[in-house]
């Protein structure tokens, strides 16, 4: 089984595969491996030996099921692929709350409900990414105690509550000066300037405090920080953007609503991402000049 979990990483080289004794290690030792994530990866590696599951890049399915509970406010960690305590916990919340068998393993049943396959086609995973953060909102959620609480306690009430806005009715009124070309141009620059390595021209495209992907409301001193830890994890990146921006009133006052999405590539010295996410910007016009005052992300499957 040495060879589970091998698929060639993009155009950018191959990586280590992935099997279930290797998953199985810590950063320590075997002994100290918390009982939650051997409970779960031995499930997991008996779904892949029966059957159930292919025997390709388990770890795709994980990071999967971190983005569904993350929308749905039960899974506060990484998105990074790694199964660990705090994810196994979150899995049994949410079958808790949908009244499934209570097992912290991924079976079929969760899997649809998470709108996740049972099976991924190993065309799917060919150009799959690491075991690590690659987004932005891939960090773990900086929120404090008492709104994880909060959030919680809505998502026990709704598990399967969605974070994703509704589309607004109506166009920018005339007084906000938006057009076409205006916006696409905010959206290249904010593209260009994400490629260098200038965290504080990255920056300036926000109004401070910005409600900042999954982590709520930020100031600049985190974003800043956020940004910096970005660019030096991921040194080289490059962004482009595909079709013509969307926007419309927010319903704010003097705010609206851009979506767009991007095909991006980014890289360090031992891996190389690509992929395509949805970008969803609330704007304000500050002087002569337009800020995200909204920011947040959502990876595109393929």
Wanted: include cysteine; glycine fraction near 6%.
């Amino acid at each position: 089984m040495s060879e589970i979990g091998r698929t060639p990483f993009g155009n950018f080289g191959g990586r280590q595969p992935i099997s279930c004794a290797r998953l199985r290690r810590t950063e320590s030792s075997p002994r100290r491996l918390v009982r939650g994530k051997a409970t779960w990866l031995a499930a997991l590696c008996a779904l892949i030996f029966t059957g159930i599951l292919p025997p390709v890049r388990a770890d795709e399915q994980v990071r999967q099921v971190q983005e569904e509970l993350r929308k749905r406010n039960l899974y506060f960690g990484d998105i990074d692929g790694h199964a660990t305590p705090e994810l196994v916990s979150a899995i049994k919340r949410y079958q808790a709350r949908k009244g499934f068998g209570v097992t912290g393993a991924v079976d079929e049943q969760t899997a649809s409900s998470l709108n996740i396959e049972s099976t991924i086609p190993v065309a799917k995973t060919s150009g799959n990414w690491p075991d690590l953060p690659v987004l932005k909102s891939d960090e773990a959620r900086q929120v404090s105690e008492s709104r994880r609480s909060q959030l919680q306690r809505q998502a026990e009430e709704n598990p399967d509550i969605a974070l994703s806005p509704p589309p607004p009715a109506e166009s920018p009124p005339p007084g906000q000066n938006l057009t076409p070309e205006r916006v696409a141009k905010l959206v290249q620059d904010y593209l260009r300037d994400g490629e260098t390595q200038d965290v504080s021209a990255q920056v300036r495209y926000y109004d401070f405090p910005v409600n900042y992907f999954d982590h709520g409301t930020m100031d600049e001193a985190f974003v800043t920080r956020d940004t910096a830890n970005y660019v030096s994890r991921w040194p080289e990146r490059k962004y482009m953007l595909i079709g013509v921006p969307q926007f419309v009133a927010s319903g704010e006052n003097g705010e609206t609503t851009v979506e767009f999405t991007i095909a991006f590539s980014v890289r360090n010295k031992t891996h190389a991402v690509s992929g395509k996410t949805k970008n969803f910007w609330t704007i304000r016009a500050q002087g002569d000049d337009l800020k995200i005052v909204a920011i947040r992300e959502e990876r595109l499957r393929e």
